[in-house]
């Protein structure tokens, strides 16, 4: 898994490319933990448009972030899903707690 | 049920091969007549099946053995996966959405394996280990199956 970082004002946007699975899901949650920690922001924003796959052990990486930064009053926003991962995170739930938007600007926008 | 082919593997119980569990058996489960769509249900409840053995079967443990064995029938596929770890105390709770014994976790494993697959079977006990048998269906074999069946 590769991935890249970038702060905009209050929001931390990760893309990661590749797999999500358990053979990465503690290294995204160890960089998604020590960005927060490291950077004072409220939101994160995950794009997943370079995502091919993911299971569960990574949706629980970013439900666990999720938790975190709710606490605060943060939120969590997916950008571009492709149809497969779409489909794995709304079996999971995942859309009842957090957006999905086709673009970061819009992701951004709409957390703000 | 006719086999049309068969495949058994064991590896380590590593983090890093179950992506190559579950695209080793979908690359063997393409040789029937699977869509895309079939294949990437597959490489899911394979994912979930080897996860589930390595973190709860072996506790995270690197050096036990999983094994992985795959029937192509003339149906679908059956899928069994296999540990000889803890195992678990009570199949019919670990099957209910949402139960994890681990908060990071969502308890989603089982709910995608009954998702993707048409059958799933488990079979565990104390200390002896867990062994899942799955089985996918061709679909569009069936539509074929029942078109025929209208003549």
Known sequence: MELDLEIRQDTLIVRP??????????????TLEDSLNKYNVRHLVLNLSRVTFIDSSCLGVILGRYKRLAREGGKVSLVGLQPHVHRICELSGLFQVMGEYSTEEEAIARAG | MKVVNQLKMEFLSLPANVAFARVAVAAFASQLDFTLNDLEEIKVAVSEAVANAIIHGYENSPTGIVKVHVSLLETGIEIRVEDNGRGIADIKKALEPAYSTDPERMGLGFVFMQSFMDRLHVDSSPARGTRVTMFKNINNRGAAAASQGGH
Do not use: I, N, T
């Open chain 1, 17 to 30: 490319q590749g797999e999500l699975d358990l053979g990465v899901a503690d290294l995204l949650r160890h």
